[in-house]
């Protein structure tokens, strides 16, 4: 009966991802988005806990992808579901403190909003706040409403997981249907999620690789999830993202090590482990006939990029100091996904880099980010050891690694997604200590 229960959740997720990709499948959206509609009521009615509405809200965007014509069908969608949270959160939900990362967001926030004062464009720099201000709302509501449960952070790791799933189903229909072939269709990138950048989306693929290594690690049979993984870093191969391949691969490697190092009988997981490389050889083999050598033509491509990421770094970082400097106390501009925007001369360089992002919001914003980074691996050292190795890892690769080429931090799905997984991480740790 415990085994039924552990998978319960997992079976909601697969229905509703079913769901979405039947309903950008067969253009049947207002069936779809009804269904999911008439599941929330339901919901509210039976007092279900605030994970079972997260799933509606986040697979609803695919029912739609794709297709410009039924992007109409969103907006009425999102407003009718706001008003039964709204209705669930007056009923039901009481809000009674503002959780352990709640100061350092607002801080961050301040500093946010005050460098708006220096920015070369308002907007821009308002994007940028509310990015940051997703974060908070997200991590304020959640931390407030779910419940405490020994299957709470499984469940959170298979919304993740699932998701996963649906991106690269969206990704591999579009590419395949895509009029070119299919290494060239990867090179331009013909995907359109319509409603998201496709480099944004990927932000939930890098979070579900160590969130999978968690399933892995509890799981007695390992098999399934080391396909799941190797699944969920495809779609970075699918766009040729070459950042997010190289921090994916160095998530999966540090997945692999800590199910390796803590599993109960080693030699089974090497046997698995072992059985798996070779169906995936053989898959990647078939592959690679199948498609004109697509595979050796990906590694070439890979290979043979442009090496000057390095010396464009080292500009950016040289730019960026100097505009520190120029306003050190409340920064120079705001914080925004990737378009904050520096000015030497009649250049415009993109910021590409967390550390330099976050100096935008001058001497008081970099404290207030690096204090809200000592409170999230605070909070997460006192989280079960396994969850702890994974949450810190994805930490560690997405601001220091991936975050030196691209500050995927900044963009509102990964610090959505991040501040839910940090959430459930702290209910449950409260409830621990109780």
């Given at each position: 009966m415990d085994k039924i229960k552990q998978y319960q959740y997992p079976m909601y997720l697969s229905l509703?991802?079913?769901?979405?990709?039947?309903?950008?499948?067969?253009?049947?959206?207002?069936?779809?988005?009804?269904?999911?509609?008439?599941?929330?009521?339901?919901?509210v009615y039976f007092k279900q806990e605030v994970l079972y509405f997260l799933p509606l809200l986040v697979f609803a965007p695919f029912v739609?992808?794709?297709?410009?014509a039924l992007?109409?069908?969103l907006l009425p969608y999102f407003i009718t579901m706001s008003v039964v949270l709204l209705i669930d959160l007056f009923k039901h939900r009481q809000f009674k403190h503002i959780g352990s990362l709640g100061l350092a967001l607002l801080l961050l926030l301040d500093a946010a909003a005050l460098s708006l004062l220096n920015a070369p464009s308002f907007l821009i720099g308002l994007q940028g706040l509310l990015i940051l201000f997703s974060g908070f709302l997200v991590y304020f509501y959640l931390i407030n409403t779910l419940q405490p449960n020994e299957l709470l952070l499984s469940n959170v790791a298979w919304l993740f997981v699932i998701l996963s799933g649906v991106i690269f189903i969206q990704i591999f229909i579009q590419l395949y249907q895509s009029d070119l072939s299919l290494f060239q269709a990867m090179i331009k990138r013909d995907v359109n999620l319509r409603w998201i950048h496709v480099n944004d989306v990927l932000a939930i693929n890098l979070m579900a690789i160590p969130l999978s290594g968690y399933l892995m690690h509890r799981a007695p049979f390992k098999l399934p999830y080391m396909v799941i993984m190797f699944l969920i870093y495809v779609p970075f191969m699918f766009v040729l993202a070459p950042i997010s391949l190289f921090s994916g691969a160095i998530l999966i490697v540090l997945s692999a090590l800590y199910v390796v190092i803590k599993a109960n009988n080693i030699k089974r997981v090497l046997i698995e482990g072992t059985l798996f490389v070779a169906?995936?050889?053989?898959?990647?083999?078939l592959i690679n006939m199948r498609y004109d050598s697509v595979i050796w033509r990906i590694y070439d491509y890979v290979i043979s990029i442009d090496r000057g990421h390095l010396s464009a770094l080292v500009e950016t970082f040289r730019i960026g100091i100097r505009m520190f400097r120029s306003n050190p106390i409340i920064g120079s501009g705001g914080i925004s996904a990737s378009i904050a925007l520096l000015e030497e001369g009649l250049?415009?360089?993109?910021?590409?880099?967390v550390f330099i992002q976050t100096l935008t919001l001058g001497t008081l914003g970099f404290l207030a980010f690096v204090y809200l980074q000592y409170r999230k691996i605070k909070l997460i050292l006192k989280t079960e050891k396994a969850m702890r190795y994974f949450a810190l890892s994805l930490l560690f690769v997405v601001i220091i690694i991936h975050g030196s080429f691209e500050p995927m931090y900044y963009q509102y799905l990964f610090i959505s997604g991040f501040f839910l997984v940090l959430a459930a991480l702290e209910v449950n740790v409260k409830a621990a200590l109780k």
């Open positions: 509703l991802a079913i769901l979405a990709v039947l309903g950008n499948l067969i253009n049947l959206p207002t069936i779809i988005l009804g269904s999911f509609f008439v599941m929330a009521l339901a919901l739609v992808s794709g297709n410009p992007r109409e069908y169906l995936g050889a053989l898959g990647l083999y250049n415009i360089t993109h910021y590409r880099n």
